[in-house]
């Protein structure tokens, strides 16, 4: 799954931020070049409002904002860093669960809301294998089980147009249906992958004092990577599970 995800980032020409250890230059942090439309580009103009909402929230990034603030030198705690970056990652993730959710919904809105659950599954399934690599991970789809969204019942009501307010909208059962990684595989990839990206070269833990200085600008590098990294995550999943069982999380 982490070779499959390496290689969706190659295809948008982005390098993965190596240890942060290395990206440090006299004594700051600094993420360059900061490839910040290459992240974005992966994203429908729906998702995206959302992805800018996120670095609002747990940055404080302002989309208008100046040279000057992106590089203000700004301190952040490393441990802190981590955790936003975990839950950055898991956002991407369930922003692609969700979308790819209201994205077939919407396409089969015309379909007889009595039509009862089996015959709707079928039809969803058929709805998915038309859309072809669009949405199906590197071109593959085997199965009734090759995709998590058919295993979730869908709703025969009028859908939201806009995906903020469709998410919105979910229950508790159905958002963290979306938002919680499928299989343990990807669950301890994401910790692997955060713990290599902030630990120590030698324990590999993550000292919870340390500040680092840094820049805004570098940190919404790290949080778009983040992002992508749980979309990409989704795709690499799906595709894994048409090959190899996964243990279920």
């Given at each position: 799954?982490?070779?499959?995800i390496?290689?969706?980032?190659?295809g948008?020409r982005?390098?993965?931020?190596?240890?942060?250890?290395?990206?440090m230059y006299?004594g700051?942090?600094e993420i360059?070049?900061?490839?910040?439309?290459?992240?974005?580009?992966i994203?429908?103009?729906e998702?995206?409002?959302?992805?800018?909402?996120h670095l609002?929230t747990?940055?404080?990034w302002?989309?208008?904002?100046?040279?000057?603030?992106?590089w203000?030198?700004?301190?952040?705690?490393k441990?802190?860093?981590c955790?936003?970056?975990?839950?950055?990652?898991l956002?991407?993730?369930?922003l692609k669960s969700?979308?790819?959710?209201?994205?077939?919904?919407?396409r089969?809105?015309?379909i007889?809301?009595y039509?009862d659950?089996?015959?709707?599954?079928q039809?969803?399934l058929?709805e998915?294998r038309?859309?072809g690599?669009?949405?199906?991970p590197?071109g593959?789809?085997?199965?009734?089980?090759?995709?998590?969204?058919?295993?979730?019942?869908?709703?025969?009501e009028?859908k939201q147009?806009?995906?903020?307010y469709?998410v919105?909208n979910?229950?508790?059962?159905?958002?963290?249906?979306?938002?919680?990684?499928?299989?343990k595989?990807?669950?301890?990839?994401?910790e692997k992958?955060?713990?290599?990206?902030?630990?120590?070269?030698?324990?590999?833990?993550?000292?919870?004092?340390e500040?680092?200085?840094t820049?805004l600008a570098?940190?919404?590098?790290i949080?778009?990577?983040?992002?992508a990294?749980?979309?990409?995550?989704w795709?690499?999943?799906?595709?894994?599970?048409?090959v190899y069982?996964?243990?279920?999380?």
């Amino acid at each position: 799954m982490y070779m499959l995800i390496s290689y969706k980032f190659s295809g948008i020409r982005v390098h993965l931020i190596p240890r942060l250890s290395k990206c440090m230059y006299n004594g700051r942090l600094e993420i360059w070049p900061c490839k910040d439309w290459e992240l974005e580009s992966i994203h429908n103009c729906e998702v995206l409002e959302m992805v800018r909402e996120h670095l609002t929230t747990v940055l404080g990034w302002k989309e208008k904002s100046n040279v000057a603030d992106n590089w203000t030198p700004t301190e952040v705690q490393k441990f802190k860093l981590c955790q936003v970056y975990a839950a950055s990652v898991l956002y991407g993730y369930f922003l692609k669960s969700a979308s790819l959710r209201h994205h077939l919904e919407k396409r089969l809105d015309h379909i007889n809301p009595y039509l009862d659950i089996a015959s709707y599954n079928q039809l969803l399934l058929s709805e998915i294998r038309s859309l072809g690599s669009e949405i199906v991970p590197f071109g593959r789809i085997s199965g009734t089980q090759s995709t998590s969204v058919g295993q979730i019942p869908l709703l025969h009501e009028k859908k939201q147009d806009k995906l903020k307010y469709y998410v919105m909208n979910f229950d508790p059962e159905t958002l963290q249906m979306c938002a919680k990684p499928k299989s343990k595989e990807a669950l301890n990839l994401i910790e692997k992958h955060s713990y290599a990206l902030f630990g120590d070269k030698n324990t590999g833990l993550v000292a919870s004092d340390e500040v680092i200085l840094t820049s805004l600008a570098s940190l919404k590098r790290i949080v778009l990577e983040a992002i992508a990294f749980g979309s990409f995550l989704w795709d690499a999943e799906e595709y894994v599970r048409t090959v190899y069982k996964l243990k279920e999380n």
